[in-house]
């Protein structure tokens, strides 16, 4: 890239004086839900009030077997015609293919696991939407599975190994082995359990050519073991970040919109977890727990945009985690002590006396410092 393009790039971004009138929230975010979290009986799929259900239980077990395994259609009809010819149970009747089955799955309604539309903004005549659910019902399809819920740790645990001197060392390995875990139990009741989760979100391609992407957001938990967290079923599709289309790039504002998309909707995600402490109800009695935001997982852009920093190496300050100059940011013999991060405090402070081009830092408030 050349300097002069690099340049431009910087300018697009630094440029937070625009006036905000072109950028309008349509705010019909339903609010919060209950906060009660029911992962009783972990494991099957939920009743509900919807009339249609499954004919019997074989019905039921060739779709999630279907469902688990991922199966063709040409697979899960052959498995029909084998059984069709063999059982000896006359009621234990299967789909006539693998597509009925999948419609009669697809007019089931389980209800933490459906999806809304929220219109976050509107852009130059343009409505940008929301594709998402509560955070609880995401938390409530992890915890529902058995094979998840019985390895999760709620309760701090240091760890500690003895070396070869005889010495007790502290050994980290999991979040709930760590600092952060034990001062975030400190601060609430001695009752309550942590609920720790992780968010990840990147935009992904979603063709070879690249003319298609999607910005998904996901959902974890430190309290599953990492060994555990690190499998497929451990993780759950909480959004699609709406993205603003990219013939809108040639806007001066285009930066500044992008960014006040990208909190809106976050903000429209974690503001369930605000609200304090859940009852997680579980086969073995109920777990008052208090959810925490405790990672974010992205790349280098996804966080520049949570950072509200400028994505750019041109600014003055490159760095989403400290304040160091760009012109020593490679520099091995750095005075460590003159290094500060860029904490919740100093960048509200920063944002507070008008000095947030100086920190190549926008100026909008950000919605995470509320839940560090």
């Not at 950028?23 to 609010?31: A, R």
């Not at 839900?33 to 009783?40: C, P």
């Not at 509900?48 to 688990?68: D, H, R, W």
């Not at 399809?141 to 998840?148: H, V």
Request: glycine fraction near 2%; charge should be negative; proline fraction near 5%.
């Amino acid at each position: 890239m050349s300097s002069s393009s690099k340049e431009e790039g910087y300018q697009d971004e630094k440029n937070d004086d625009k006036s905000y009138d072109i950028i309008e929230t349509i705010d019909n975010y339903s609010g919060i839900q209950s906060n009660i979290i029911n992962v009783r009986s972990a494991q099957k799929v939920q009743e509900t009030s919807n009339s249609t259900s499954f004919p019997n239980p074989a019905y039921e077990a060739f779709v999630q077997l279907v469902t688990k395994h991922k199966l063709a259609d040409s697979v899960a009809n052959d498995i029909i015609h084998l059984f069709n010819n063999f059982h000896m149970d006359p009621t234990a009747t299967l789909p006539s293919n693998a597509k009925a089955a999948r419609t009669l799955l697809d007019s089931i309604k389980i209800p933490h696991i459906l999806y809304k539309k929220t219109i976050v903004m509107e852009y130059n005549q343009i409505q940008y939407t929301l594709h998402h659910r509560t955070i609880f019902d995401a938390i409530k399809e992890l915890l529902s599975n058995k094979e998840i819920f019985k390895y999760c740790v709620f309760d701090y645990n240091p760890e500690y190994i003895t070396n070869d001197k005889g010495e007790q060392e502290r050994c980290y390995s999991e979040l709930y082995n760590s600092e952060w875990w034990g001062r975030a139990q400190k601060s609430i009741n001695e009752n309550a359990k942590v609920l720790s989760i992780i968010i990840y979100s990147d935009a992904t391609i979603c063709d070879m050519l690249g003319k298609t992407s999607e910005h998904p957001v996901f959902l974890t938990l430190g309290n599953i073991p990492s060994w555990r967290r690190n499998k497929p079923d451990a993780k759950s599709l909480l959004a699609y970040l709406p993205k603003i289309d990219d013939n809108q790039k040639k806007q001066a504002d285009f930066v500044l919109a992008k960014l006040h998309l990208f909190h809106r909707s976050m903000k429209i995600l974690l503001e369930p977890i605000i609200s304090g402490g859940l009852d997680l109800q579980t086969d073995n009695g109920i777990l008052w727990c208090y959810p925490f935001l405790s990672i974010l997982l992205g790349d280098l852009p996804e966080h520049h945009s949570i950072t509200l920093t400028y994505n750019s190496a041109n600014c003055k300050m490159p760095c989403h985690i400290c304040t160091i100059p760009k012109d020593e940011l490679n520099d091995p013999l750095i005075d460590y002590s003159t290094i500060q991060i860029r904490t919740p405090e100093a960048m509200q402070y920063v944002l507070e006396n008008g000095i947030s081009e100086e920190y190549s830092l926008h100026k909008i408030e950000n919605p995470f410092w509320k839940l560090s």
